[in-house]
């Protein structure tokens, strides 16, 4: 997963094929709706099975998509804080669209935010993405559309994505209806005091992240922000835990990439991206491979701040890049200054927790290499 070369990089579906992944599952019938998926007969996650729920606690939602924060009353979230005409003027109980009552806020972001709604004709409660009005973000949100629409032949409960219920206006913002979600990788990490996982535990998560990157990949789509804040576990008191990957923002056809463009986030990109290469969905598998190692430890192995950072990292423990890798890079001054994709960004930058010696960086990097 973290070879350099992203043309020696192992597929999702070697991965899911892996004996690594055979114990362990249940017997379950696998996802075989593959229509949209050119006939491919690709191996699929089981269904996890259900196991005793702690009765005394309850579900919460607190995390879906982005950023987390608190629980608030009123929230004015601005792309540019001088401009009033991009505000997201949200309350609680607000109506979003004619039937979308706003019961609380799950997350935020560059895009917007994300609010947690009870749909009063139906009395079902969903998550509802409203991006903010600015063209840069309505058209980010077109293509997240667009991206959707592609997975839509998907089951999208079997195949480990965010089940998606089409989209509507609310005072010319494009809002997204989205399935709602227990709480995101990272909080469930955290949650364990960041001791990190134990294989058994590991394995079906990385095997159904696995099972929604080959899906992406028999569609010809590129998630490009992998990382444990947009993968959300359905309902943390099962056993095995589902996991379901959302946040489509970034999300593009492999074959409309744009070199030298910034995707991603700190900590998580690929060195092709970081050097402005052209990119594929090998990306998202170089991405996967430091989500296992934060799920098997508890902590992310590249704790940067920025792209400079990261790519020293990685050149400390695995060496430089390929020469054709470097090459290709459409940005020079690949080592961080003047490079967009190190802007601070709440899009660009994650607060990475904590920090690993070199030399324990070297044994984990052995541990995950392909």
């Not at 379950?28 to 099975?49: A, I, K, W």
């Not at 601005?78 to 669209?97: C, V, Y």
């Not at 009395?123 to 980010?140: D, G, H, Y």
């Not at 809002?175 to 990190?196: A, F, M, S, T, V």
Request: with cysteine; aromatic share 8%; glycine share 8%.
């Amino acid at each position: 997963m973290l070879a350099l070369d992203p043309n020696q990089r192992i597929t999702p579906l070697k991965v899911v094929l892996h004996p690594f992944f055979s114990p362990g599952f249940s017997k379950s019938s696998p996802c075989t709706d593959m229509s949209s998926t050119g006939g491919q007969n690709l191996v699929v996650s089981q269904q996890p099975s259900s196991c005793k729920r702690e009765e005394s606690q309850k579900i919460s939602c607190s995390s879906q998509y982005s950023e987390e924060f608190s629980q608030q009353e009123y929230v004015n979230a601005s792309a540019n804080p001088s401009s009033s005409k991009d505000d997201l003027l949200i309350s609680k109980w607000t109506l979003l669209g004619d039937h979308y009552e706003v019961e609380g806020f799950l997350g935020e972001g560059r895009f917007g935010i994300v609010t947690k709604c009870h749909n009063t004709k139906t009395n079902e409660v969903v998550a509802i993405k409203v991006n903010k009005r600015n063209p840069e973000i309505l058209q980010q949100a077109n293509m997240e559309i667009f991206i959707l629409e592609q997975l839509q032949g998907l089951d999208a409960d079997r195949c480990n994505i965010v089940q998606w219920n089409g989209f509507f206006l609310d005072h010319q913002r494009i809002c997204l209806n989205l399935e709602l979600l227990d709480q995101c990788l990272w909080d469930y990490i955290e949650d364990r005091k960041n001791q990190g996982l134990p294989i058994s535990k590991v394995r079906p998560i990385l095997h159904q992240l696995t099972n929604a990157l080959s899906h992406l990949g028999s569609l010809g789509i590129v998630h490009a922000d992998l990382k444990p804040r947009n993968i959300m576990v359905v309902n943390r008191h099962e056993c095995p835990i589902k996991v379901k990957l959302i946040d489509f923002g970034l999300a593009c056809p492999a074959s409309k990439v744009n070199p030298g463009g910034c995707v991603g986030t700190v900590g998580y990109r690929a060195p092709e991206v970081m050097i402005g290469s052209r990119y594929n969905e090998a990306i998202d598998m170089w991405s996967l491979g430091l989500v296992a190692v934060e799920l098997a430890t508890g902590f992310p192995l590249y704790p940067a701040r920025n792209d400079y950072e990261v790519l020293k990292f990685i050149i400390q423990t695995q060496g430089q890049p390929p020469d054709h890798v470097l090459d290709s890079g459409h940005r020079p001054s690949w080592t961080g200054i003047g490079d967009p994709c190190s802007r601070g960004t709440s899009n660009s930058c994650e607060n990475l927790k904590g920090k690993k010696s070199l030399k324990r960086q070297k044994q984990l990097m052995n541990m995950f290499l392909n």
